[in-house]
């Protein structure tokens, strides 16, 4: 393949260094003239891959794109760009946005101007990049997630060659504000307090692919909260890799606990955070919790494996039984709170008995609802070097195990809200059927419900009469003054 001297290509063993170096705060985005007004009258079309952080990435794509004057395609076949923002963080991520792309050849045979690119966590690997680059050639434009802010200077360059645009930077990473911002909800937004990760699980590509830990002010965070407020959003989501270690990485003496502290202040309905990793979760974040209505009782408490040896072999840097501690005193202190986890079987060696600690564990915890994977070795990181025994189908029948096991639990306790009221903030119309409207509990259980004059963005009281696994169905309590 001949590399062009301009390209600047991904390199993974670059992206996990790290320096103590203080981090810049970058705030002057700017459009070149040559950029300005480029999409009048044009249109875009963003698929979005992967976690919140890569949701909220694309908010931020779409509202550099709105401010050049592109609108919204209705479909990838009419857009004049077409952005895929992906994940890296399991083998299948990377295969549907393969096919994805593959689907993409046709748009460019029958419409060589358009412009096709990649953004996110897989461009940040260099062995998908070499493929694309290989095999894509539509794909036109390719940057990572470090340079999202460029996007303008970008679609110019890529507009003026012949030739294919790759800027991938393999760096710690930088904090940029006051990007343009589209949100894709109106009374739910996604709020990044941190980017990055410098924890460095050994099964886990995310600190390569976005760098190192870095905090965003609390004052950048709390202006942006402040103004969504003022806007009419009902509820935030604090977003990081790893929200309980927020403020480590900055001179001031911050605290995950201070921030939700001063978000609470804020007065906005609804908080919510993600994801908390149990090693930094202090009793100080429990009692803030606990003490401020507006912070829902809901708690994502990802526990991976319920085996210490697995765990110590996954960098976790937690055991089972402080994991069960920790577990015990949020659930002992935070009334009525609901836990979801993430869990990874088939970990490099899992045994069959460490295994066994794992369906323990959920026994004991019994979770509200979990997200279960089979493990996916990632090119690069530790865990991808560890030798593995443990046969494919074996993995595969310990994840359906499990998911039975913490399926069970989970209608237990749907179950334990039939006969009570909620308070429900509401999406609008159920996505299966119109005559419903649904919404989410306090908890973050999905509630479909019947009530005549509710609009979304309403927090309103509905009586639940049945339970289901994923979700409970109710009615609208009248009798009582709506919120
Ligand atoms: N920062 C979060 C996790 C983000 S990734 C945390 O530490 O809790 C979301 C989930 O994907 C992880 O919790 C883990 O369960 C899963 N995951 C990450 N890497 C994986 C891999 N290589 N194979 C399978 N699952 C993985
Ligand atoms: Fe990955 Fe671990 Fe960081 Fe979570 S804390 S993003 S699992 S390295
Ligand atoms: Fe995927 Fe990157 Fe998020 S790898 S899970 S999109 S941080």
Redesign the pocket.
């Known amino acids: 393949m001949k590399v062009l001297k301009n390209w600047n290509l991904p390199d993974l063993k670059e992206a996990g260094k790290r320096t103590r170096g203080a981090v810049e705060r970058v705030d002057s985005f700017m459009i070149p003239a040559s950029a300005v007004n480029m999409g009048e009258g044009k249109t875009y079309w963003l698929s979005t891959y992967g976690c919140q952080a890569n949701e909220r990435d694309s908010e931020t794509l779409a509202g550099i794109l709105e401010t050049l004057g592109y609108q919204p395609a209705q479909g990838p076949e009419s857009a004049d760009v077409i952005l895929v923002n992906t994940c890296a963080i399991r083998e299948n991520a990377m295969d549907k946005v393969l096919g994805e792309l593959g689907s993409f050849k046709r748009i460019y045979s029958q419409r060589p101007d358009v412009i096709i690119g990649v953004a996110g966590c897989m461009a940040q690997e260099d062995e998908f990049v070499k493929r694309v680059l290989a095999h894509y050639p539509w794909v036109r434009l390719l940057f990572g997630t470090h340079n999202i802010q460029d996007l303008p200077s970008l679609l110019v360059e890529t507009m003026d060659t012949d030739d294919r645009v790759v800027h991938i930077y393999s760096r710690q990473g930088e904090v940029y504000e006051n990007l343009p911002v589209r949100r894709f909800g109106k009374h739910k937004a996604w709020v990044n307090i941190m980017y990055g990760?410098d924890?460095?699980?050994t099964y886990?590509i995310?600190?390569y692919t976005r760098g190192k830990q870095r905090s965003r002010t609390m004052e950048d965070i709390l202006k942006e909260i402040r103004e969504l407020k003022a806007a009419g959003y009902r509820e935030v989501t604090l977003l990081g890799?790893?929200v309980n270690a927020y403020g480590k990485d900055l001179d001031q003496d911050l605290t995950f606990a201070s921030l939700l502290e001063e978000t609470a202040r804020t007065g906005i309905d609804r908080i919510r955070f993600m994801?908390s990793?149990p090693w930094d979760f202090t009793q100080e974040m429990i009692d803030v919790i606990a003490r401020y209505d507006n912070i829902m009782p809901y708690i994502h408490l990802p526990l991976q494996s319920g085996d210490t040896d697995v765990l110590r072999r996954m960098g976790r840097r937690y055991t089972a039984e402080e994991y069960k501690a920790l577990y015990d005193s949020i659930t002992a202190r935070i009334p009525g709170v609901a836990v979801s986890t993430d869990i990874i079987v088939g970990f490099p060696d899992e045994s069959d008995e460490a295994f066994a600690h794992t369906l323990e564990m959920v026994k004991a915890c019994r979770f509200d609802s979990a997200f279960t994977f089979i493990y996916s070795p990632r090119p690069g990181t530790p865990a991808a070097r560890m030798e593995d025994p443990v046969s494919p189908q074996v993995k595969k029948d310990r994840l359906q195990l499990l998911n039975q096991v913490w399926n069970e639990y989970a209608l237990e306790k749907m179950k334990a809200y039939e006969g009570k009221t909620v308070q429900v903030l509401v999406d609008g119309p159920s996505k299966r059927n119109p005559a419903v409207l649904s919404g989410y509990t306090e908890t973050n259980k999905l509630v479909n419900f019947t009530g005549e004059g509710v609009k979304a963005g309403d927090i309103v009281p509905v009586f639940i009469e049945t339970a289901k696994t994923f979700s409970l169905d109710g009615h609208l309590v009248t009798d009582t003054p709506a919120d």
Request: net charge positive.
């Open positions: 990760c924890k460095f699980c886990c995310v600190p890799q790893n994801t990793h």
